[in-house]
């Protein structure tokens, strides 16, 4: 394994506030460039990132805490730090000082690591960019995400509570197999599956989110009744809230050459489905679903309904925003990525649906109000069939559409 300490010239992933329906984040970075879980489906292995030899050679970003620093006061973030060192704020009119201090920008939920590289890979240990990153994100009051197939993250629990008793702190780990031999030849040098049930459920007993993304389940190999009911029933057991399920990309080069050499030598009678599957050489890995032996989301979903455990994960509520907007937001998001993932609704009927969760995560009026004045359509610029479906959200906290056609999916055999 190669070490190498670089120097980062940027940190932060895009700016635009997207309202993510998966994760539930706006930002993100990693702290390294490559991998060495070694992840044999990893997506990081892939040509658009760049990264050469991504498994065997490490470039640590040494600089990344000041240059989270930087981005942060580039967009208007004031530190902890800042705020009680700051001569202005001491003399000011204590109305005057809570008017200022309303004016910083709307607070995003940041990913911390779980992107294209683990935060909390072996080099953690040694560099410990990770918890300086988090440190910077405490002084700032910002809440964060975490997602890892490591137990290192536990070294770091007293600065994630104290993030999370400021703001927001959601910790999930990445678990996939039950098996552990089948564990090891695909993730060969992250914690065991025991090891991560157990850091989450000392996560949870800490007092923070956290729950499973059980993603990429690998199509003919992962996606078994008795894999996934085994990591939903352990969710449970270690007092996860949610298991989120969902199925594996696999782009065209050196990522799926990897992984089909993978197959072929520990799963021959497994590579010619799996060549199938991806035939399709998609840019973005998508597979071809008529292939797929089983609909993994939906799996996952009947999964959750029979072990008593949710399929979502949790939402940071921003502690200035309406409540009710809070609440229609939720439902869009649940509506978007349902329909998505288990129905299989295209992105152009669902369309209306993600822009108007964008123009709600962004910021936008109380929609009780909107409602009264029967302004909701006018202000938000919105069709009617959306206005329907907000202003039944308002009333009843749900959409009894979407419920209708998860219903209906239930119904729906899996394979």
Same mark, same amino acid.
Request: proline share 4%; hydrophobic share 35%.
């Given at each position: 394994?190669?070490?190498?300490?670089?120097?980062?010239?940027?940190?932060?992933?895009?700016?635009?506030?997207?309202?993510?329906?998966?994760?539930?984040?706006?930002?993100?970075?990693?702290?390294?460039?490559?991998?060495?879980?070694?992840?044999?489906?990893?997506?990081?292995?892939?040509?658009?990132?760049?990264?050469?030899?991504?498994?065997?050679?490490? !470039?640590?970003?040494?600089?990344?805490?000041?240059?989270?620093?930087?981005?942060?006061?580039?967009?208007?973030?004031?530190?902890?730090?800042?705020?009680?060192?700051?001569?202005?704020?001491?003399?000011?009119?204590?109305?005057?000082?809570?008017?200022?201090?309303?004016?910083?920008? !709307?607070?995003?939920?940041?990913?911390?690591?779980? +992107?294209?590289?683990?935060?909390? %890979?072996?080099?953690?240990?040694?560099?410990?960019?990770?918890?300086?990153?988090?440190?910077?994100? *405490?002084?700032?009051? *910002?809440?964060?995400?975490? *997602?890892?197939?490591?137990?290192?993250?536990?070294?770091?629990?007293?600065?994630?509570?104290?993030?999370?008793?400021?703001?927001?702190?959601?910790?999930?780990?990445?678990?996939?197999?039950?098996?552990?031999?089948?564990?090891?030849?695909?993730?060969?040098?992250?914690?065991?599956?025991?090891?991560?049930?157990?850091?989450?459920?000392?996560?949870?007993?800490?007092?923070?989110?956290? +729950?499973?993304?059980?993603?990429?389940?690998?199509?003919?190999? +992962?996606?078994?009744?008795?894999?996934?009911?085994?990591?939903?029933?352990?969710?449970?057991?270690?007092?996860?809230?949610?298991?989120?399920?969902?199925?594996?990309?696999?782009?065209? +080069?050196? %990522?799926?050459?990897?992984?089909?050499?993978?197959?072929?030598?520990?799963?021959?009678?497994?590579?010619?489905?799996?060549?199938?599957?991806?035939?399709?050489?998609?840019?973005?890995?998508?597979?071809?679903?008529?292939?797929?032996?089983?609909?993994?989301?939906?799996?996952?979903?009947?999964?959750?309904?029979?072990?008593?455990?949710?399929?979502?994960?949790?939402?940071?509520?921003?502690?200035?925003?309406?409540?009710?907007?809070? %609440?229609?937001?939720?439902?869009?998001?649940?509506?978007?990525?349902?329909?998505?993932?288990? *129905?299989?609704?295209?992105?152009?009927?669902?369309?209306?649906?993600?822009?108007?969760?964008?123009?709600?995560?962004?910021?936008?009026?109380?929609?009780?109000?909107?409602?009264?004045?029967?302004?909701?359509?006018?202000?938000?610029?919105?069709?009617?069939?959306?206005?329907?479906?907000?202003?039944?959200?308002?009333?009843?906290?749900?959409?009894?559409?979407?419920?209708?056609?998860?219903?209906?999916?239930?119904?729906?055999?899996?394979?």
């Amino acid at each position: 394994m190669q070490y190498e300490c670089i120097k980062a010239k940027s940190l932060l992933s895009k700016k635009n506030i997207e309202a993510d329906s998966w994760f539930h984040i706006n930002r993100s970075f990693n702290a390294y460039r490559g991998c060495e879980h070694g992840c044999v489906y990893c997506d990081g292995m892939a040509e658009n990132y760049h990264v050469d030899n991504f498994l065997s050679h490490i !470039r640590a970003k040494e600089n990344a805490p000041s240059i989270l620093r930087k981005e942060l006061k580039k967009e208007g973030f004031t530190s902890q730090i800042e705020l009680e060192t700051e001569t202005l704020w001491k003399f000011l009119d204590p109305e005057d000082a809570i008017r200022i201090s309303q004016k910083v920008p !709307r607070k995003q939920v940041i990913g911390v690591c779980g +992107g294209v590289s683990d935060g909390y %890979q072996p080099a953690e240990k040694e560099y410990k960019i990770t918890r300086k990153l988090l440190e910077v994100l *405490l002084d700032f009051g *910002l809440p964060i995400f975490i *997602l890892t197939k490591s137990d290192l993250v536990l070294r770091d629990l007293d600065v994630i509570k104290k993030i999370h008793e400021q703001s927001f702190a959601n910790v999930l780990f990445t678990i996939t197999l039950h098996d552990e031999e089948m564990r090891r030849i695909f993730e060969p040098r992250a914690s065991s599956t025991p090891e991560r049930f157990d850091a989450l459920e000392e996560t949870r007993k800490a007092g923070l989110y956290g +729950g499973v993304m059980s993603t990429p389940i690998i199509p003919g190999i +992962g996606d078994s009744y008795e894999n996934m009911t085994s990591l939903a029933k352990n969710a449970k057991r270690v007092g996860a809230e949610f298991i989120l399920f969902s199925g594996m990309t696999l782009k065209p +080069g050196r %990522q799926k050459e990897y992984f089909l050499n993978v197959i072929k030598r520990h799963y021959p009678e497994k590579l010619q489905l799996l060549e199938k599957i991806f035939s399709n050489n998609d840019r973005y890995g998508t597979p071809i679903y008529k292939h797929m032996p089983v609909h993994i989301a939906l799996r996952g979903y009947k999964i959750c309904k029979e072990v008593g455990i949710s399929d979502r994960t949790i939402r940071h509520k921003p502690p200035n925003e309406y409540d009710i907007n809070n %609440q229609v937001l939720d439902v869009l998001l649940d509506i978007s990525y349902r329909s998505s993932t288990i *129905l299989g609704i295209p992105w152009k009927e669902r369309k209306p649906i993600i822009e108007l969760a964008k123009k709600i995560e962004r910021g936008v009026e109380n929609l009780s109000v909107l409602y009264k004045d029967k302004e909701i359509g006018s202000r938000l610029l919105i069709d009617e069939e959306t206005v329907e479906l907000v202003e039944e959200i308002i009333n009843t906290r749900k959409s009894s559409k979407l419920e209708t056609l998860l219903d209906k999916a239930l119904e729906i055999p899996d394979i």
